[in-house]
């Protein structure tokens, strides 16, 4: 199982940028899968999360109105599209597959991680 991750980079605040992350060796049209994030010196914290169809998603405060994750099963790829960035988005960006079709609420309860890409906002 792989999930590569790309599309990080650096941008200047009120940029955007889209991540992809594309999966293999799983089915990946019957799992959830989810965005996390890992700022220096910080824990990883919950970006978003999309159910198996689509039908059911969830953002972090820090992120609502300016991030859009969506997916495309034909593809077996995840997407987020980040708007408006702000220094403070700056992080390593990591996609995680859900064994569940819907999240289930915790980054614990993910099987499969990508290794991350990187962004960067500058001020």
């Known amino acids: 199982v792989q999930l590569q991750a790309s599309g990080g980079g650096l941008v200047q605040a009120g940029g955007s940028l889209r991540l992809s992350c594309t999966a293999y060796?799983?089915?990946?049209?019957?799992?959830?899968m989810g965005w996390f994030r890992q700022a220096p010196g910080k824990e990883r914290e919950f970006v978003a999360a999309?159910?198996?169809?689509?039908?059911?998603?969830f953002y972090a405060d820090s992120v609502k109105g300016r991030f859009t994750i969506s997916r495309v099963n034909a593809k077996n790829t995840l997407y987020l599209q980040m708007n408006s960035l702000k220094p403070e988005d700056t992080a390593v960006y990591y996609c995680?597959?859900?064994?569940?079709?819907?999240?289930?609420?915790?980054?614990?309860?993910?099987?499969?991680w990508g290794k991350g890409t990187q962004v960067t906002v500058s001020s």
């Open positions: 060796g799983l089915i990946f049209s019957s799992r959830a």
């Open positions: 999309i159910s198996w169809s689509g039908g059911s998603i």
């Open positions: 995680a597959a859900d064994p569940r079709g819907v999240y289930s609420g915790s980054d614990y309860g993910m099987d499969y």
